[in-house]
């Protein structure tokens, strides 16, 4: 038996990296899975690996009705979502002083407003059901930035925040709200992660089978917030 025999999960951003490792290992686990992300090719080719178990939305989760059309053709595949996670985003390397108004609303609507608008979706569809987990993918960076990565810092930092006042908003209804951050991880998010030492990075599998435990877990219990690191990774004082 897998751990998510019988749930149903919305997984974004998931054509690539983390958001598609998640979806990969939960419908491995047994759950039906709708994967949402703005790259059809890749996101169907990721979902015909779980035939009718899975299904492709191509999901720009900038746009409210997008996320609107990604919870209906859910429901109309599986049902109402057990568990929700937001993954979709980017990262962002330019100096502070160079950085276009336009590239900045770019990354706060790729990487929080869509958050949001899935989490709010999230609610309205878990609420009647007293019953939910809402998972979102944010970074060590909400504490530790990097420098020229003011937008990515400022969207992970609020998403921290963020989860704290989901939880408020959801705990009355059975809905959890999580947030999980992960240190340097090896995918298409930042370049040359890659040529990075072993030791220094960590695979998206990994990041994966901490999201699985946190959508897991008996509905009473909640992990509220991780942060997860490669063991020889700076974090105070990064570089």
């Known amino acids: 038996m897998g751990m998510l025999d019988g749930k149903i999960a919305i997984v974004t951003g998931a054509s690539s990296g983390i958001g598609a490792g998640i979806a990969d290992i939960f419908a491995r686990e047994g759950a039906s899975v709708a994967l949402a992300a703005r ?18 939305v191509r999901t720009d989760v900038t746009q409210e009705s997008d996320v609107i059309a990604l919870f209906d053709a859910t429901e109309r595949a599986f049902g109402v979502p057990h568990i929700v996670v937001n993954c979709a985003g980017f990262a962002d390397h330019t100096p502070t002083d160079e950085l276009s108004f336009e590239a900045w609303n770019r990354i706060v609507a790729t990487n929080l407003s869509s958050v949001f608008l899935c989490a709010r979706e999230a609610l309205r569809r878990m609420k009647p059901l007293r019953r939910g987990r809402i998972i ?5 960076s909400a504490e530790m930035p990097r420098p020229h990565a003011i937008g990515y810092a400022a969207t ?28 340097a991880t090896v995918s298409e998010l930042s370049k040359n992660m890659e040529a990075r030492p072993k030791n220094v990075t960590m695979a998206t599998e990994d990041v994966a089978r901490a999201a699985l ?6 509905n009473e219990t909640n992990i509220f917030e991780l942060t997860m690191l490669p063991v020889n990774q700076p974090y105070l004082g990064r570089s």
């Open 39 to 56: 790259r059809t090719e890749r996101l169907e080719e990721n979902a015909r690996k779980f035939g009718a178990k899975a299904l492709a």
């Open 156 to 183: 992970k930092g609020a998403i921290h925040s963020m989860n704290h006042s989901l939880a408020l908003d959801a705990r009355d209804f059975g809905i959890t709200a999580s947030v999980l951050h992960p240190g």
């Open 213 to 218: 435990l946190m959508a897991a877990l008996p």
């Open 136 to 140: 979102t993918i944010g970074s060590i």
